[in-house]
């Protein structure tokens, strides 16, 4: 697992090269954990489906990269 990163050190990059990404996260906001999604177009925090606004950049003040989900195959 990887070590919480202080929003206010650093905040997660965009990991390609399309126009409109997000980076699904574990954010520390409000005493608690909870999963967002790093918006790079507009560089705030969206609700876990990456829908809506959820955050400013530096309201929550911890994040982690979360993994990718196994493939699961049908």
């Known amino acids: 697992m990887s070590v919480p990163i202080k929003t206010t050190e650093r905040l997660p990059e965009k990991p390609g090269k399309r126009s ?39 309201e929550p003040t911890h994040w982690m990269p979360l993994p990718e989900p196994p493939r699961v195959d049908a």
Do not use: Q
Request: with cysteine; proline share 3%.
């Open 20 to 58: 409109y990404e997000y980076v699904r996260c574990l954010i520390f906001v409000n005493g608690d954990w909870e999963i967002g999604m790093w918006n790079c177009e507009h560089l705030v925090w969206d609700d876990e489906s990456g829908d809506d606004f959820r955050y400013h950049p530096h």
